[in-house]
T-cell receptor, first 115, second 113 residues
Framework: AQTVTQSQPEMSVQEAETVTLSCTYD???????LFWYKQPPSRQMILVIR??????QNATENRFSVNFQKAAKSFSLKISDSQLGDTAMYFC????????????FGKGTRLSVIA | GAGVSQTPSNKVTEKGKYVELRCDPI?????LYWYRQSLGQGPEFLIY????????DSGLPNDRFFAVRPEGSVSTLKIQRTERGDSAVYLC???????????FGPGTRLTVL
């Protein structure tokens, strides 16, 4: 079974600074997808970024980028130029490429952006 | 276009009662998922539909929980004889296919008194 581990329960960053959230996972599969979701206090889960395991290039979405290290099974999220609106819970998630299977989530990291 | 919607937003019920939670997925998404999120935790999988059929219900905690999707669109999660431990946020998500990610609704916060 796949597992996802987020080892940082809470983090904080000054506005306009850069922060990196860590995620590791365990799987025996070779083809899969990884995601970062953001959950603000409104509790709406918002897809931030996705990475396909067979692509070596790290995904980037505006201020959000990932560092995907497949051999190390590591998938960290970097947020550049942090904004107050980035304050939220961030969840790392894994999904197999074997079909429409459920996401496996980590326990999340609570990020606070400080003015 | 419209996202995933869930009703009600909040539901308070008494122990032992029956509740229904509704999910309306994004139009055209064939896959629909239910998750449960307890305070301070990530979402945990309950059940997944591909079309009208439950493709995987291995996450349902016991036989008090049941879900249907009769026409392949709207889904209802049903909980019988609710217990205080059922209190959580119930999230619904839909997806066109696995690698595209799942799109979540705002959730229903269930409180069992």
């Amino acid at each position: 079974a796949q597992t996802v581990t987020q080892s940082q329960p809470e983090m904080s960053v000054q506005e306009a600074e850069t922060v990196t959230l860590s995620c590791t996972y365990d799987t025996s599969e070779n083809n899969y997808y990884l995601f970062w979701y953001k959950q603000p206090p409104s509790r709406q889960m918002i897809l931030v970024i996705r990475q396909e395991a067979y692509k070596q290039q790290n995904a980037t979405e505006n201020r959000f980028s990932v560092n995907f290290q497949k051999a190390a099974k590591s998938f960290s999220l970097k947020i550049s130029d942090s904004q107050l609106g980035d304050t939220a819970m961030y969840f790392c998630a894994f999904i197999s490429n074997s079909g429409n299977t459920p996401l496996v989530f980590g326990k999340g990291t609570r990020l606070s952006v400080i003015a | 276009g419209a996202g995933v919607s869930q009703t009600p937003s909040n539901k308070v019920t008494e122990k032992g009662k029956y509740v229904e939670l509704r999910c309306d997925p994004i139009s055209g998404h064939t896959a629909l998922y239910w998750y449960r999120q307890s305070l301070g935790q990530g979402p945990e999988f309950l059940i997944y539909f591909q079309g009208t059929g439950a493709a995987d219900d291995s996450g349902l905690p016991n036989d008090r929980f049941f879900a249907v999707r009769p026409e392949g669109s709207v889904s209802t999660l049903k909980i019988q004889r609710t217990e205080r431990g059922d209190s959580a946020v119930y999230l619904c998500a839909s997806s066109p296919q696995a690698g595209m990610g799942q799109y979540f609704g705002p959730g229903t916060r269930l409180t069992v008194l």
